[in-house]
């Protein structure tokens, strides 16, 4: 969606609530991370008996969208459409029992990727006999909005 | 998906149950996908519509819809830029990975 798109959709939002009504905004919270500033979606595990392995991180190709979702929030708040309440991030746990399955849900998300090298790193760990799957963990972000 | 599991921890309706008046409201999540959250927020919500702009998702969230919130939950194809329902309908909107 285009940022004009999403001031669009915060001003129907605003339409459909009751006076005083709560909106929340829930998405991936992405970031920058590490020495070489690589964009991180989310932190993966290799499942191992109890144990979680790090094994490195899914990266993400591009912030685009992310800004142009805080600028229409940000523009909704300046119009007085809402006020900000809280804004907090959480930890999202998906579970892949196999690197195929993690692959198709990469296919879904059309910006991240994997590097080579932690591709290897989780392939090596898959072929254990004792590998429960993967486990990747996004940040997740949660404004929540009362309509002015 | 088989063989995937997404926050099976719950935590990202215990975080919105701690933040939203969701018990008894009547709900509108927008970007809803297959139900996977619409359907808890239906265990605490009067009513909720989760709408999508993927028909596929949408008729596989009411599939996976169980009968007993069958009276409670609607899924619908839509989008946020354009919400089919009167001024003042909702108390509560979730924009799910949506915006």
């Known amino acids: ?148 | 998906m088989r063989g995937t599991r997404k926050d099976p921890e719950r935590t990202e309706i215990r975080v919105l149950l701690r933040r939203l008046p969701l018990a008894g409201a009547g709900v509108l999540e927008i970007g809803c996908g297959e139900g996977r959250l619409t359907r808890r927020i239906a265990g605490v919500a009067r009513s909720v519509v989760g709408i999508d702009p993927d028909a596929a998702a949408i008729a596989t969230a009411r599939r996976l819809l169980p009968r007993r919130l069958a009276g409670r939950v609607r899924f619908d194809v839509g989008t946020g830029q354009r919400l089919p329902f009167g001024g003042g309908a909702f108390p509560v909107v979730i924009c799910s990975w949506s915006l």
């Open chain 1, 1 to 148: 969606m285009t940022h004009e798109g999403m001031v669009h959709a915060l001003k129907e939002i605003h339409r459909v609530l009751t006076p005083g009504g709560w909106l929340a905004d829930l998405r991936p919270n992405r970031r920058l991370e590490g020495r070489r500033r690589r964009d991180v979606l989310a932190t993966l595990f290799g499942l191992r008996g109890r144990r979680e392995i790090p094994v490195g991180v899914l990266e993400e190709g591009s912030f685009a969208d992310d800004e142009a979702a805080d600028r229409a929030v940000r523009r909704a708040l300046r119009e007085g459409l809402f006020t900000l309440l809280s804004t907090e991030t959480f930890p999202f746990r998906f579970y892949f029992r196999t690197l195929a399955l993690l692959d198709d849900h990469l296919g879904t998300r059309s910006t991240a990727f994997l590097e080579a090298p932690t591709r290897r790193r989780l392939e090596a760990l898959m072929r254990g006999g004792s590998s429960r799957g993967i486990l990747s963990v996004e940040t997740l972000l949660l404004n929540v909005l009362r309509k002015v």
